[in-house]
Nanobody
Framework: QVELVESGGGLAQAGDSLRLSCAASGRTFNTYDMGWFRQAPGKEREFTAAVKWSGGITYYADSGKGRFTISRDNAKNTVYLQMNSLKPEDTAVYYC???????????????????WGQGTQVTVSS
């Protein structure tokens, strides 16, 4: 089983870029699908992006399409979320999560991810 630690959050202005990182412990990172979710104040947690264990398939919420890029480096046990053209509505706590599955399909359902990091705050000012 892996443990996840996010980093890279902070304060940004609208239009800026941030790159979030999620470092995983353990030797089985490359067998997990990885996802990024976010939770804005007063709102439920929502899917942001996901990547299959191989890195070959990615999936994005509409809110991030064209602005966010998820990637992973299995040699470094790390998954990234590059966020460009940030908007104030991107303000949230961002969580990375891991999903162990034999399914060839990627998932946006947070209930299918069973390992979570502690989250990193992203605040975007206008």
């Amino acid at each position: 089983q892996v443990e996840l630690v996010e980093s890279g959050g902070g304060l940004a202005q609208a239009g800026d870029s941030l790159r979030l990182s999620c470092a995983a412990s353990g030797r089985t990172f490359n067998t997990y699908d990885m996802g990024w979710f976010r939770q804005a104040p007063g709102k439920e947690r929502e899917f942001t992006a996901a990547v299959k264990w191989s890195g070959g398939i990615t999936y994005y919420a509409d809110s991030g399409k064209g602005r966010f890029t998820i990637s992973r480096d299995n040699a470094k046990n790390t998954v990234y979320l590059q966020m460009n053209s940030l908007k104030p509505e991107d303000t949230a706590v961002y969580y990375c999560a891991a999903r162990r599955t034999s399914s060839p399909y990627i998932s946006r359902n947070e209930n299918e991810y069973n390992i979570w990091g502690q989250g990193t705050q992203v605040t975007v000012s206008s």
